[in-house]
């Protein structure tokens, strides 16, 4: 198995830009998650995805941040518009059932807003 | 609420000393728990985790933690540090079915 796919690994934006995240998952996996990790606030979870559906977006920081699952192959993260402040490495982790048996991260996407 | 606590920032060991990185939870029910590692540049990638049963578990590259209930805590150990054991260690606890809460890390550093 490739592992959980993210794209693209380093983005450098404009403020003000749209940015899309990708992620694919691990085959078989039902379960998606995407964090955040910042040197000030370490790693938080923004959203998580239970058969492709959405069962906690508590973390989302803002409505400029969306995430997307439309099948179980696929999940976006978009931030609209991005300022400096989103600068920072995001995370997508997928994980199998049954139970909480830890999650398989992806290498990460190095997000820059200028 | 669920909370993880990592006491040590950073820590420093020669290579070949034993090391041992500090966790301790917050957490009504029997939790589940984990070790992450971080390589520069790299994902986290599971070390160890501990549902249940027999409270020492075994991981991959030699690692090893303990479920201590009474202290809550969830120490990990190696008896000999490599050089390429430099990174970052987290710890991290189940909540319900699925959600994991991250520590806030501990960076190891490594000297010949």
């Known amino acids: 198995d490739a592992g959980v796919i993210q794209s693209p690994r380093h983005e450098v934006t404009e403020m003000g830009q749209e940015v899309t995240l990708r992620c694919k998952p691990i085959?078989?996996?039902?379960?998606l998650f995407w964090y955040r990790q910042t040197m000030m606030r370490g790693l938080e979870l923004l959203i998580y995805f239970n058969n492709n559906v959405p069962i906690d977006d508590s973390g989302m920081p803002e409505d400029r941040f969306s995430a997307k699952m439309p099948n179980a192959s696929f999940s976006t993260l978009k931030i609209q518009p991005s300022e400096p402040r989103d600068s920072a490495v995001y995370f997508c982790a997928s994980s199998s059932p049954p139970g909480n048996y830890g999650y398989t991260f992806g290498s990460g996407t190095r997000l820059t807003v200028v | 609420a669920q909370s993880v606590t990592q006491p040590d920032i950073h820590i420093t060991v020669s290579e070949g000393a034993s090391l041992e990185l500090r966790c301790n939870y917050s957490y009504g029910a029997t939790p589940y728990l984990f070790w992450y590692v971080q390589s520069p540049g790299q994902g986290l990638q599971l070390l160890l985790k501990y549902f249940s049963g027999d409270t020492l578990v075994q991981g991959i590259k030699g690692f090893e933690a303990e479920f201590k209930r009474s202290q809550s805590s969830f120490n990990l150990r190696k008896p000999s540090v490599h050089w390429s054991d430099a990174a970052e260690y987290f710890c991290a606890v189940g909540e319900n079915t699925d959600k994991l809460i991250f520590g806030t890390g501990t960076r190891l550093q490594v000297f010949p």
């Open positions: 085959s078989g996996h039902n379960s």
